[in-house]
């Protein structure tokens, strides 16, 4: 009995004396993504969330790609993001697209060279692809969907579609990985007067070779919908249509209402499912994660799995013509009524937007 109290006792303090180390030198790598010369907003939450990793921590920015673009993101990452201490950048014809072969081999790396103590990125696709690849790399196990930064290691996370909220300390080597939910934490930018090009560093990718980039999936194409709506993921308004609208010619009433306020456009899973709009506009656990000002829903009946999705939203205004559907539960306004009705009678009271 005195033996095992004695291990115990030597386990903690081992633990404590590693959290304690963990703690004192904390060094974050943000997998960023970016596009058309600009970091992505979400990218920008999920260096907001690394800073409470911790007072000291360093923070780099890792952004890969191919072009003037690739460079012109790294000086708008500079500029925008103080919490930023460098910006590591990996200008090559091989992460052009991004895929999650070469992405992971880089992020290996990268880690080899700079002993980061984490390593995060959004929760979106990207991150979904590539850190659970780049994890096995580098043998450690990932922590995904944070919504909660409490300390170095320990995290909140949603689980049972959002139904319940789970507490997480990671105990692991180093790196500590995680995907974060950017629609929990602010983007916290404020433009710098100068921008500090100092930070600003290019990887050595000589050690980087053909098979590394190359991996088992090659870029084919990409599709999407040409549309001057806001992105959805970042949206203050988002209006969203469910299968009571039933065919994609009643749909356009959604996008009409949406045009009219400004709004992105999102639907249910049985919307995508029956063909009304692409799965690029899903709403929900298995689509995109949002957190707007206003989320309007129209004959969406309120499924686990998309309640999951909207939980985060400030204020949720309901029309649905059952009165027992679930999505009344969660909605801050509810309206009992025929959404072919409604739908036109706002469409006309409705101010164009400028």
């Known amino acids: 009995m005195t033996i095992r109290a004695l291990l115990g006792s030597i386990r903690r303090r081992s633990f404590a004396t590693r959290v304690a180390h963990s703690s004192r030198f904390l060094s974050t790598l943000v997998l960023g993504e970016h596009k058309g010369g600009s970091i992505e907003a979400s990218s920008l939450c999920v260096v907001e969330a690394a800073k409470r990793l911790g007072g000291d921590n360093s923070v780099s920015l890792l952004l890969a790609g191919s072009g003037p673009s690739l460079q012109e993101a790294a ?17 090559s014809e091989s992460f052009t697209y991004a895929l999650a072969e070469p992405w992971a081999k880089l992020v290996y790396l990268v880690q080899q060279k700079g002993s980061y103590s984490h390593i995060i990125t959004g929760s979106g696709s990207f991150g979904k692809n590539v850190l659970p690849r780049a994890a096995a790399l580098l043998d450690v196990s990932p922590i995904t969907d944070v919504t909660e930064i409490s300390g170095s290691n320990l995290f909140v996370r949603p689980i049972y579609a959002g139904n319940a909220l789970s507490t997480v300390r990671y105990t692991g080597s180093n790196p500590c990985m ?25 990887i050595d990718l000589s050690a980087f070779s053909e098979d590394d980039a190359g991996g088992k999936s090659r870029y084919v194409s990409i599709s999407s919908q040409d549309t001057e709506r806001p992105d959805l993921a970042n949206a203050s308004i988002v209006v969203t249509g469910g299968r009571g609208l039933k065919s994609a010619e009643n749909f356009k009433m959604i996008e009409k209402l949406a045009e009219k306020l400004g709004a992105a456009v999102g639907a249910t899973r049985a919307a995508v499912d029956a063909g009304f709009v692409p799965n ?10 949002v957190a707007p000002e206003l989320y309007m829903a129209f004959g969406v ?40 009705e409604i ?4 469409l006309e009271k409705l101010p164009e937007k400028k």
């Open 280 to 289: 690029e506009l899903q709403v929900g656990q298995t689509g995109k994660i």
């Open 343 to 346: 739908i036109p009678e706002l």
């Open 75 to 91: 000086a708008h990452a500079a500029c925008f993001h103080p919490s930023i201490s460098k910006v590591l950048l990996a200008d």
């Open 178 to 202: 995680l995907t974060i939910r950017a629609t929990s934490f602010p983007t916290g930018m404020s433009p710098a007067s100068v921008s500090n090009d100092k930070c600003i560093e290019k």
């Open 301 to 340: 009946s309120g499924a686990i799995q998309h309640l999951a999705g909207i939980r985060d939203s400030k204020v949720i205004v309901a029309v649905n013509k059952d009165a027992d559907a679930p999505i009344f539960q969660v909605a801050d306004y509810g309206l009992v009524g025929d959404l072919f």
